[in-house]
C-alpha cells in the first residue's frame, strides 16, 4: 500500500504529526508517475524539484513544531491551464509550449498556503476545448480503466492522475462539463462548484463567464476538504463572489434524511445508455434509503443546452483567445507584414478544434448574425436559468447521470465533432446558470467502465452537494474501486 492511498484528512494528519514525511508522499508520486506516464501520457511536466523542495520546507516546519496547514504533504496534480509561476504552463498548445507565467493563479497560492504540494501539470484539451484531450497538442491521455479510451476532458490528466494514483487529489476546470465528465468516465469524484465561488485569476481564460475551477479526488469527503482551501472572495477577480463559505468538511457528516431529490424526466430520455441508467437509477434508490425523498422535475430547456452552450462559449473563447496574436506570449512566426505575422502565428500555433471555435465564434458574434446567434443564445440560456430557479423551489438537489454513456474508444468520435458535443449534453446547463455540479461513481459497465452519478444544486449550495455525495459514499464502495496497473 502506498502513503497515497490514505484520505486527504488521514494523509495531512500523518503528515503533520511526524509519521510520514513531505517527502515520501513526493516520493511516492514521483515513482507513480515514472510507473504510468509512458502509457497514460497523464502528466505533461513534472515540478519534481520545486516539489522537493517544498516537501523539505514543509518538513522542517513540522520538525520545528509548527502547522504545516489542512493539507500538509499532499500531492495535487494542477491542470495545465492553470498558471504555476515561473513553470511552464501550456493550456495544451503549442502556443504556449513554452510560455511560464510570472505569478501563481490564486488557488496555486492558496494551495500552497495550506501545505499542498503541486507535483505537476496535467494534461487536458488544447485551450480547455473538448471532451477527450485528444486536442492536446500533447497528445492523448488514456483512461486507466481501459488504455483503449479517452479519459474524458478537457480536464483528462487530472482525471486520470487521481484514478490511476499519481496524486489523491488534482485541480480542474468546468466551462461546459470539463471536470465532471472526466470524472465521471475515470471512477472519480469531482465538483464544479458555483460560479463565482472559486477564483478564476491564473486560469487561462476559455469562456469566462462559465469557467469555473473545482477539485477532482477519490471520494466527496476529500473533494470538501479542498474545497475548503480553494473557495472564498479574491480581488483579483471581479467576478468572485462575496458570500460565506461554509465548512463543507464539516457539513458532510449531516444527515440527508428529507433531502428532496429531483428526477428531471429529460435527463432518462433516448440517447441514455442502458446500463448507465440502470446505475443511476440504483444509486438513486440508496440516497431513498438515506432518507431522501424524490419528487419529478421538469427541465424543459435543458435540451437547448448543448447548442446554446455552442454559440456562448465560442463567442467568448474568440474574444479570449485574440491575446494570442505573436505579440505577446511565446510564439511567433515571421512574415513580412504585421497582419501576416499575426494570422501565420495563429494558423501554426492553434490546433484544429480551438480554430473551429474562434470561427465559430467570431461569426456568431459578427454584424448581422449577433443577433441571431449570440443574443437568442443568451436569451434561452436565461430560459435554462429560470428552469432551475423553479425546479429549486421544490427540490434541493437534482440528480442525474453526469454522462451518457461510459467513456468512448480513443478516435471513436475524432471526425465528428457534434458527436463529441454531445457528450456535454447533462453538464453544459450548469454551467449556463452558474449552479454548482458534482460527479461521483455509481457503478461500472459490463465492460468493466466506471459510470458517473450527477448532483446538481441551487448556487451556492455546494454543502448539499457534498453532503449528500459524502454520505451515499458511506453506503456504496464505488469510489474506493481502483484500475489494475
Ligand atoms: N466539452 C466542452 C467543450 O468542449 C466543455 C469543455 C470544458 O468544460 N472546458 O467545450
Known sequence: MSVLDNSIEQLAQQVSSGDVSAAQCVDASIAQ???????????????????????????????????AGPLAGVPIAIKDGICTAGHVTTAGSKM?????????????????DAGAICIGKANLDEFAMGSSTE????????????????AGGSSGGSAAAV???????????DTGGSIRQPAS?????????????????GLIAFASSLDQIGPMARSAKDCAILMNVLSGHDVKDSTSARNDVPDFAADCEQDIKRLRLGICRQHFEEGLNEEVKASVEEAIKALESLGAETVEIDLPHTKHAVATYYVVAPC?????????????????EPAEKLIDMYSQTRKVNFGEEVIRRILLGT???????????????????????????????????IVGPTVPTTAFKIGQHAQDPLAMYLADIYTASANLAGVPGISLPCGFSSDGMPIGLQLQSNMFWESTLLKAAHQYQTQTDWHSKRPQS
Not at 468516465?185 to 485569476?201: D, E, H, L, Q
Not at 467568448?316 to 511567433?332: I, K
Not at 456568431?364 to 443568451?378: I, Q
Request: aromatic share 10%; charged share 25%.
Open 163 to 173: 484514478a490511476s494514483g499519481i496524486a489523491p487529489a488534482s485541480i480542474g476546470s
Open 316 to 332: 467568448e473563447a474568440s474574444s479570449n483567445l485574440s491575446r494570442f496574436d505573436g505579440v505577446r506570449y511565446t510564439s511567433r
Open 135 to 150: 486536442n492536446s497538442f500533447f497528445g492523448v491521455t488514456k483512461n486507466p480503466w481501459s488504455t483503449e479510451c479517452v
Open 33 to 67: 508517475i515514472r510507473a504510468q506516464n509512458d502509457s497514460l501520457n497523464v502528466m505533461i511536466s513534472d515540478c519534481e524539484d520545486a516539489a522537493r523542495e517544498r516537501a523539505a520546507s514543509i518538513d522542517a516546519k513540522i520538525a520545528a513544531g509548527e502547522n
Open 185 to 201: 468516465f475515470c471512477g472519480i469524484t469531482g465538483i464544479k462548484p458555483t460560479y463565482g465561488r472559486v477564483s478564476r485569476f
Open 363 to 397: 461569426y456568431s458574434l459578427s454584424s448581422g448574425y449577433d443577433h441571431e446567434l449570440y443574443k437568442k443564445a443568451s436569451q434561452v440560456r436565461r430560459l435554462i436559468k429560470n428552469d432551475y430557479d423553479a425546479a429549486f423551489e421544490k427540490v434541493d438537489v
Open 96 to 112: 504556449l509550449e513554452n510560455f511560464a507565467p510570472p505569478y501563481d493563479a490564486t488557488i496555486v497560492q492558496r494551495l500552497n
